[in-house]
């Protein structure tokens, strides 16, 4: 139940199709009646904010304006300021600090609408997103294997396999090994930033 509870995040009527879907397929995917209640919603918004969006749930719960913009051939500025209008409609949420140097981040309210959006990119755009933002993350990221994921998705696998080994090999930029956590996925948000907070500490 506090799964149901998490992931409904509060809302009644998501907090219903989310029972009645564990009852008939425990650990199912999210119901489509959930999807597309969502999807209606994102389909009201600016056409670049739905790109934005789009772009933004390839990389996970968290994202980063900078990150959006090379993954949705925009401009960072068009990207900050549709971040903060999509703030205003309780979609997405700005972090006062970054993971990443130099990066503006944000994170979606919840998990559903990231599924959402990313449910309505089609699989060329999602395969073609994970690319670039695995290529935007390949400088910045730790662990080789979260860039390579995105890569792998992206139909990149012989660079993904390239990279895993040169991280193995300790042969990634210096900034890509500092120690901060992996990519974020859409349900390890508060586990990735805690690690992230304390490898900082650690320091």
């Known amino acids: 139940m506090a799964a ?33 209640m969502l999807q209606a919603r994102l389909e009201q918004l600016h056409p670049v904010a739905r790109r934005v969006l789009r772009a933004a749930s390839v990389f996970g719960a968290d994202f980063w304006v900078e990150g959006v ?17 999509l703030a205003r409609e309780a979609l997405v949420t700005p972090h006062a600090t970054s993971r ?10 919840h998990d559903l609408l990231r599924e959402a959006a990313y449910a309505m990119a089609t699989d060329g755009d999602r395969r073609r997103g994970h690319r670039l933002a695995g290529r935007w993350l390949a400088p910045r990221e730790a662990r080789a294997a ?20 040169r991280g193995r090999r300790g042969g990634l930029p210096a900034a890509t090994r500092r120690g901060r956590g992996a990519a974020p996925r859409p349900r390890a948000r508060s586990a990735a930033r805690s690690r992230a907070r304390t490898s900082r500490a650690s320091r």
């Open 146 to 165: 979260a860039v390579a994921f995105h890569l792998a998705l992206g139909d990149d696998p012989a660079e993904a396999t390239l990279l895993v080994g």
């Open 4 to 36: 149901i509870a998490a992931k409904g995040a509060g809302h009644p009527l998501f907090l219903e199709e989310l029972a009645r879907a564990a009852v008939v397929d425990p650990g199912g995917d999210t119901p489509d009646t959930v999807r597309m």
């Open 100 to 109: 990443y140097d130099g990066a503006r981040e944000a994170a979606f309210r």
């Open 69 to 85: 913009a090379a993954t949705a051939d925009l401009a960072p500025e068009v990207v900050a300021e549709h971040v903060a209008a």
